[in-house]
């Protein structure tokens, strides 16, 4: 077994062109080391974590870049996240624990593709555009359209995922994350919420919604976020969006919960997180 | 191109551990929790539950809390990483054992280590944490016995004094 430790971009593409599939492309490794049998096919490791161009959160104008390397602990320490991408900072806030917040990055938490990821329900919503990057150039890719099944991305041998471009919030911005768990701390989310909207003169416009833990990847919502666009947030309408909601996830039974109970909790969410901006 | 292996599958690593310099060959795949265990006998980081659910093997690296059970020993190269062992050149930490002593906030003790760690890294971040910042600042870190109330106690009379 290799292990590779490059500094650079270049360096880092050279590799993984090199050894594709036997290549473990590992960075904080708190999801990895869980799995068993992560490192049995691979001959390689290449640890991303000292590539300088990977690191740090980028103010690119009415986007923010965040290289593969960051971590949810810099998204915490980071004013720009906690001011324009308030949802995204919720998740970090209640993602894992102090521990692994300082070396779980949100690129592996994108790339590990769980459907109880809590950083791919806030991306979605602001539109994350994912930059993929390999031997034979760039490649853009929505985050809504990267994940194909549990645990399964279009993520090619070869590419790896170098930047997550975000759309910030707006004054008139009114968004949210909102994670149900067992504890405040170290739990897998049993079902979760993220909103954006764009609320002027009472009406909403550009709405977002995505929901985690209901599928299996986390849902871009049709019915309930089509059904606000243009309306007036009140009573009856968040009542009708979280009848759709209910309606529109699709939630097993597993050892966390049940699909009955998460479906609900799902409606419950998406009323008490809207009434709060009537 | 910044690449280490041997033919043998292992690798000889560096690591600088409450300020000693330790070497030592171990495979890539190897967690910096075997490896501070089995390999440097510095026992006091515990092993719990290898998944970086209970914190037993919190260490500090680089001023972060981190779990050295899902950390790959190579990773460790080039940190500045301090166990509970650091407690002979560290005041903080000492301190906070005599705290915890003090206030009954050790049962098994076994998860004592870690949150030692977990103070230690919150009191040299923020001196003067409120309770719910300290209730934070060890919420990766378990405790089956104490309920948690005297090791709050223990970290916030550090802070205070």
């Known amino acids: 077994m290799e292990y590779y430790s490059p500094k650079k971009v270049n360096e880092l593409i050279e590799l993984v062109t090199k050894h594709q599939s036997e290549a473990a492309i590992i960075a904080g490794c708190t999801d990895i080391i869980v799995k068993n049998n992560f490192f049995e096919n691979k001959n390689v490791i290449i640890d991303i974590t000292s590539v300088e161009e990977l690191k740090g959160i980028q103010d690119i104008g009415n986007k923010t870049r965040l290289g593969a390397c960051v971590t949810f602990a810099n998204l915490l320490n980071s004013d720009l996240i906690k001011n324009q991408h308030k949802a995204l900072y919720e998740a970090a806030r209640v993602y894992g624990s102090v521990q692994i917040r300082n070396r779980g990055t949100v690129a592996g938490n994108i790339i590990n593709a769980s459907p109880a990821a809590d950083s791919i329900p806030p991306l979605m919503v602001a539109n994350a555009e994912l930059v993929l990057v390999s031997k034979s150039g760039e490649e853009k890719v929505n985050i809504r359209d990267f994940f194909v099944g549990p645990g399964k991305t279009t993520l090619k041998p070869g590419q790896i995922l170098a930047f997550i471009d975000i759309e910030k919030d707006t004054s008139d911005t009114i968004t949210f994350y909102r994670k149900i768990g067992t504890r405040k701390a170290l739990s897998i989310a049993k079902a979760s919420v993220a909103f954006k909207a764009t609320k002027a003169n009472g009406k909403l416009s550009n709405v977002s919604l995505a929901y985690g833990s209901v599928g299996p990847t986390v849902i871009y919502s049709k019915e309930a976020q089509k059904y606000l666009e243009g309306k007036d947030l009140n009573n009856e309408s968040i009542d009708e969006a979280s009848r759709l909601a209910f309606n529109e996830v699709s939630p097993i039974d597993d050892i966390r919960s049940t699909g009955e109970y998460r479906r609900l909790v799902i409606k419950n969410v998406v009323i008490e997180e809207l009434k709060q901006y009537v | ?161």
Not at chain 2, 36 to 55: S, V
Not at chain 2, 60 to 88: F, R, W, Y
Not at chain 2, 132 to 156: M, P
């Open chain 2, 1 to 161: 191109m910044s690449k280490v292996t041997t033919d043998k599958d292992t690798m000889n690593i560096t690591l600088n551990i409450n300020n000693k310099v330790y070497n030592t060959e171990v495979k890539p795949t190897d967690t910096l929790l075997f490896v501070l265990r089995e390999k440097l006998h510095l026992t006091g980081t515990k092993y719990g539950c290898g998944e970086g659910e209970c914190g037993a093997c919190s260490i500090i690296m680089d001023g972060l809390l981190v779990n050295s059970c899902t950390i790959l020993a190579p990773q460790a190269q080039g940190k500045e990483i301090i166990t509970i062992e650091g407690h002979e050149n560290d005041e903080l930490i000492r301190k906070l054992q005599d705290a915890f002593i003090t206030e009954g906030a050790v049962q098994c003790g076994y998860c004592t280590p870690g949150m030692i760690m977990a103070g230690r890294a919150l009191l040299k971040n923020n001196p003067d944490p409120s309770v719910d910042e300290i209730r934070e600042g060890i919420s990766g870190n378990l405790c089956r016995c104490t309920g948690y109330v005297k090791i709050v106690k223990a970290i916030e009379s550090v802070s205070q004094s």
